[in-house]
């Protein structure tokens, strides 16, 4: 059972940085700012969530999880909010 937790881990790790490479990279191809904010905020919340499950499935302690849990939570109400405020002072900042 532990080899298959293993293996599982390095998937979701491994797709985990995949994700945030992609992130990375439309960061620094993408042109305008909207577009940057796509990429940083789809990929990179996708990343953090897959290490964050892999790296729970490693943890044999409840409190552990729960943090990893916790930190997936803030993980996903913070970036969509952030994105939604950068997008918000973006159109204030553009004359009609």
Not at 31 to 42: C, E, H, L, V, W
Request: proline share 3%; with cysteine; glycine share 8%.
């Amino acid at each position: 059972m532990s080899a298959v937790l293993d293996v599982a881990t390095a998937v979701l790790v491994v797709v985990g940085a995949s994700l945030a490479l992609v992130a990375a990279i439309g960061l620094h191809r993408l042109g305008d700012t909207r577009s940057r904010m796509q990429a940083a905020t789809k990929p990179a919340t996708l990343g953090v969530v897959c290490c964050a499950v892999g790296a729970a499935l490693q943890f044999g302690d409840l409190s552990l999880v729960a943090k990893v849990i916790v930190a997936v939570g803030l993980q996903l109400v913070t970036a969509p909010v952030g994105a939604h405020l950068l997008a918000r002072s973006i159109t204030r900042r553009e004359d009609p």
